[in-house]
């Protein structure tokens, strides 16, 4: 199972959000993003892709190791990557374990970033 982590800005439309999924590369079997950041795009997107989409809090992402790190998200969310870090929390939900395949890519736009992690078998 891959899981496709979602970082968004406000008013990132769903041409953006596509667009940093494309740049990933591999398409995912789920999508992942902040309870606080989903958005009607994001939604919008998982239903259009036939998705589902896991809502997960700020608090499951601290401490997630990351491939990637900007300082800025390091002090706000104390994780490098939200994207990242939503992908490989979504991945090793129920006791998975789970690896970074595609670390963070923004849309062209800047408004999304997408990363993807693969669930192992137990």
């Not at 009607?40 to 809090?57: F, H, N, S, V």
């Not at 994780?79 to 849309?107: N, W, Y």
Request: proline share 5%.
């Amino acid at each position: 199972m891959i899981v496709a982590g979602i970082g968004l800005r406000q008013g990132a439309d769903e041409a953006a959000l596509r667009d940093a999924l494309d740049r990933a590369g591999t398409p995912p079997d789920a999508l992942a993003c902040l309870d606080s950041k989903r958005s009607l795009e994001l939604g919008a997107l998982a239903k259009t892709m036939g998705l589902p989409l896991i809502e997960l809090t700020e608090d499951a992402l601290a401490g997630v190791q990351t491939i990637t790190c900007s300082p800025r998200i390091k002090a706000r969310f104390a994780t490098g990557s939200v994207a990242e870090a939503l992908a490989l929390a979504a991945a090793q939900q129920k006791g998975h374990i789970a690896r970074l395949i595609a670390p963070r890519v923004k849309s062209a736009c800047g408004m999304a970033t997408a990363a993807l992690a693969e669930r192992t078998p137990k």
